[in-house]
């Protein structure tokens, strides 16, 4: 389960990393999707890591980079600081990691802190609202106001908003095909062929809610 991932990010393995502090609420900025910088704009539903491209041969160079942590599930997400790799898109090199950056989800993480040994962890769930991002700014003209810390584990665990998901099967709406999503008219939402499905068999209410289960126009 998910408590049980979280402790496999605890103890032991290669040396402590420079990440966002991530336990600071109050350094996550949430922001719109359509009021961020151009970098994130294609930034998809559920987690991505904000990488700084230090490889002087490539075309990034100096400039930011996303890493799109991929889905383990059809509506979850898991991201390991010290084992899982990320790299410029471009030219496939080490970048050195600054912040996660979340879309459209739910977020918990744990980790240890190599300086203390103090172990951090969310009580919680915490939501990014729908059509919201959230991630830690960073200031590279700045350096002495960088809020990064040192971690000798850290793993973060997304899930997408349960509005984001199929009333049928629970499984994520990909929002970039919408004519494959169909929204009753009491404004829950299915795949199309779960929609069908439900109509092929009889069914007339939306579990749940006992709303009429017909199209919304």
């Known amino acids: 389960g998910v408590d049980d991932s979280l402790k496999r990010g605890i103890g032991g393995g290669p040396p402590p990393v420079l990440f966002a502090d991530i336990s600071k609420h109050e350094n996550m900025q949430v922001r719109s999707i359509e009021n961020v910088d151009k970098l994130y704009k294609d930034m998809k539903t559920g987690l991505a890591i904000r990488a700084f491209c230090n490889n002087q041969n490539c075309t990034m160079n100096g400039q930011y980079v996303l890493h799109k942590v991929r889905f383990q599930t059809s509506r979850t997400a898991t991201f390991d600081l010290l084992k899982d790799k990320v790299s410029c898109g471009v030219c496939k090199c080490p970048s050195e990691l600054e912040s996660p950056v979340m879309y459209n989800c739910e977020y918990k993480y744990k980790g240890e802190m190599a300086l203390t040994q103090e172990t951090k962890k969310s009580k919680d769930w915490r939501t990014v609202p729908q059509g919201n991002i959230a991630f830690v700014e960073m200031d590279k ?5 960088d809020d990064r810390v040192t971690w000798s ?3 973060i665990y997304v899930k997408v908003l349960d509005d984001l998901t199929c009333k049928s099967c629970k499984q994520f709406l990909d929002e970039q095909e919408p004519y494959m999503v ?15 499905y439900l109509k092929r068999r009889g069914k007339c209410v939306v579990k749940g809610c006992n709303a009429k ?5």
């Not at 003209?141 to 106001?145: A, G, N, T, V, Y």
């Not at 169909?182 to 069908?196: I, L």
């Open 182 to 196: 169909k929204k009753a008219k009491c404004g829950h939402r299915y795949h199309q062929e779960c929609f069908g």
């Open 213 to 217: 289960l017909e199209v919304a126009q």
């Open 141 to 145: 003209e700045h350096p002495q106001l």
């Open 153 to 155: 584990s850290l793993l």
